[in-house]
């Protein structure tokens, strides 16, 4: 069983910076690919940003490249994003989710595995 915590939310003004981290657990081979994805009230989901687990490859979403990095730490089977310059449009409840898969995918159906969520609120 994969287990996906997300930490690290909160409020933050705008210009400022969060860094969100998923802890995972469970089979390593059903995280060969992770990733960030978001959700405003009344949008649909939309894809933030992706690694994969043995390369560190990454992937950005158009609307957050150059101010968003994602990471890994494989010793604590934790990802992270690292925000920055952070906008009110940013704000939405931010969400990890891990693949068996073992390329980069943008598409929220292929992740098998999501976490619970945290809220990201940032203020103008």
């Known amino acids: 069983q994969v287990q996906l915590v997300e930490s690290g939310g909160g409020l933050v003004q705008a210009g400022g910076s969060v860094r969100l981290s998923c802890a995972a657990s469970g089979r390593a081979f059903s995280y060969n690919t992770m990733a960030w994805f978001r959700q405003a009230p009344g949008k649909e989901r939309e894809f933030v940003a992706a690694i994969t687990w043995g390369s560190g490859s990454t992937y950005y979403g158009d609307s957050v490249k150059g101010r968003f990095t994602i990471s890994r730490d494989s010793a604590k089977n934790t990802m992270y994003l690292q925000m920055n310059k952070m906008k009110p449009e940013d704000t939405a409840v931010y969400s990890c989710?891990?693949?068996?898969?073992?390329?980069?995918?943008?598409?929220?159906?292929?992740?098998?595995?999501w976490g619970q969520g945290t809220q990201v609120t940032v203020s103008s």
């Open positions: 989710a891990a693949t068996s898969i073992l390329v980069i995918t943008t598409t929220p159906v292929t992740y098998e595995h």
